[in-house]
């Protein structure tokens, strides 16, 4: 995962997509990120602020789905619900629960949606992976488009 880092720097800066949020006005603004991206952090946190590329977000989640990555049963115990019933149906997760790290669907589906816009799922039952990658800060359209993309991406592992 070579294009996978907390910042980026030097001629690699140039490939890092614009980030937008929504304009007081109405619309998207584009998200002055204060050169947060160009540096590295104080504290590199893996639940927050990676930067990567489809290709290797797509690496990333195959391996984990492989067994590349951790073993299949470590993945097992990550992508248990651990929620129990009065703590499902919360605004961001839906019906989905969560695991260790990961939320988990009722189809047994585990994976992770970025603040950024981003959102990948592994479906363990057929070894497929999903990755939806868009330049849009969390928001009630987004959210909309994520849970749109679970379901048609994933009613193609069904077939």
Do not use: I, K, N
Not at 35 to 50: D, K, N, V, Y
Not at 110 to 117: E, I, S
């Amino acid at each position: 995962m070579r294009d996978t880092a907390f910042h980026v720097a030097g001629p690699d800066a140039g490939r890092l997509a614009a980030c937008y949020g929504d304009d007081p006005a109405g619309g998207p603004a584009r998200v002055d990120d204060g050169g947060q991206w160009a540096r590295p952090p104080a504290f590199p946190a893996g639940s927050c602020g990676l930067l990567s590329t489809a290709g290797d977000y797509a690496r990333f989640a195959t391996a984990l789905a492989g067994g590349d990555l951790l073993a299949p049963t470590t993945v097992a115990r990550m992508a248990a619900d651990r929620l129990t019933g009065p703590q499902h149906g919360s605004m961001l997760l839906g019906d989905r629960g969560w695991g260790l790290g990961v939320a988990v669907d009722p189809a047994g589906r585990y994976g992770w949606d970025g603040g950024f816009g981003t959102s990948w799922f592994t479906d363990p039952a057929t070894g497929g992976v999903a990755v939806l990658m868009t330049q849009r800060q969390f928001c009630a359209p987004l959210m909309q488009l994520m849970g749109d993309f679970r379901d048609g991406a994933g009613s193609l592992f069904e077939q």
